[in-house]
């Protein structure tokens, strides 16, 4: 499975950026789609998730100002992000993996995961 991240860039703090991510090959399993984002020198920290069937999970510092969602025809997953802060600054990568049991435990850590894409930057300016 290969995944291509696409959408980041610069914007000002209150604005908006949506980053999308498209899996080719093999890609019955790609059940479990997520988002994650890494600060230089720091570890890399899950953003966000979503399962075939509609399940979506976040991190508690961007609810209610980034939604994920998936087109499951597309085999794409979306990473719309409003009200951005400086703080969401960070190399956003996206992952897959597949749709298992573990997976709806353990979304949060990068176990579930087995394919990444490269990095998009996103850069938020006060």
């Known amino acids: 499975v290969q995944l291509q991240a696409s959408g980041g860039g610069l914007v000002q703090a209150g604005g908006s950026l949506r980053l999308s991510c498209a899996a080719s090959?093999?890609?019955?399993?790609?059940?479990?789609m997520g988002w994650f984002r890494q600060v230089l020198g720091r570890e890399r920290e899950f953003v966000a998730s979503?399962?075939?069937?509609?399940?979506?999970r976040y991190v508690d510092s961007v609810k209610g100002r980034f939604t994920i969602s998936r087109d499951n025809a597309k085999n794409t997953v979306f990473l719309q992000m409003n009200n951005l802060k400086p703080e969401d600054t960070a190399v956003y990568y996206c992952a897959a993996g597949r749709n298992t049991a573990d997976s709806y435990s353990y979304y949060y850590t990068e176990a579930p995961y087995e394919y990444w894409g490269q990095g998009t930057l996103v850069t938020v300016s006060s």
């Open positions: 090959g093999y890609t019955s399993s790609t059940g479990l």
């Open positions: 979503a399962w075939k069937d509609g399940r979506t």
